[in-house]
């Protein structure tokens, strides 16, 4: 099993819509969890934090479920500049580490006008 | 505040050559650096974990003696590409957490490597 798999998309979506990002990790003793957006050709850059509790930032909508091993972003009223392929990132590889991140494949995500 | 700057950006070079990959720290001191690869349509990949004044730490399969990583300071953190193959090429990004104990790692632009 990979450590984190995300769904394999790509998403296509029109303006406005909104779109769900599921992610699996394996490894139960991680302790953060994260969703980075990258661009094309560009270096990943922090979304936001996922928090047990779950957590809004604006349009955007995190959960954690640590019993399943499970997290989520939505993505609410969707908008050009959210076309971005969305990594699901967990902390703590297999070796424990505690600053070490592994990163799902992404999901590419295309908002159309 | 917390950039990462790499350089160079791009390179192109022959098979054989060695190329270095600089890693800086602009306005903070990063105690570790990590290196990642990432291969066209697939995720980072963390290829080792690099501390000031120490050797670095390399995942399983990445040889040491092909990716030499050098942490001589608390802002810099240089990857050498030893005798580069067209199967190196990849897009090598850095990222720095701050010294201090803060889990946020901040990532460098990418260097994006050819090997003709």
């Known amino acids: 099993r990979k450590e984190v798999e995300q769904d394999p998309g790509p998403f296509n979506v029109p303006e406005g819509a909104t779109v769900a990002f599921n992610c699996t990790y394996s490894?139960?003793?991680?302790?953060?969890f994260f969703w980075y957006r990258q661009d094309c050709r560009k270096e990943p850059k922090l979304l936001m934090s996922v928090y047990s509790s779950g957590n809004e930032d604006g349009r955007f909508t995190a959960q954690l479920n640590r019993a399943s091993q499970y997290i989520s972003l939505l993505i609410r009223d969707s908008k050009l500049s959210d076309s971005a392929t969305y990594l699901c990132?967990?902390?703590?590889?297999?070796?424990?580490?505690?600053?070490?991140?592994?990163f799902g494949k992404g999901t590419l995500l295309t908002v159309n006008p | 505040g917390a950039v990462v700057s790499q350089h160079p950006s791009w390179v192109i070079c022959k098979s054989g050559t060695s190329v270095k990959i600089e890693c800086r720290s602009l306005d903070f001191q990063a105690t570790t650096m990590f290196w990642y690869r990432q291969f066209p349509k697939q995720s980072l990949m963390l290829m080792a974990t690099?501390?000031?004044?120490?050797?670095?730490?390399?995942e399983q399969g990445v040889e040491k003696d092909k990716f030499l990583i050098n942490h001589a300071s608390l802002t810099l953190s240089t990857l050498t590409v030893t005798s580069a193959h067209p199967e190196d090429s990849s897009f090598y990004i850095c990222?720095?957490?701050?010294?201090?104990?803060?889990?946020?790692?901040?990532f460098g632009p990418g260097t994006r490597l050819l090997v003709l």
């Open positions: 690099s501390n000031e004044g120490s050797k670095a730490t390399y």
């Open positions: 490894n139960s003793a991680s302790q953060s």
């Open positions: 990132v967990v902390n703590g590889g297999s070796g424990g580490s505690n600053y070490k991140l592994t």
């Open positions: 990222s720095a957490r701050q010294a201090g104990g803060q889990e946020t790692q901040y």
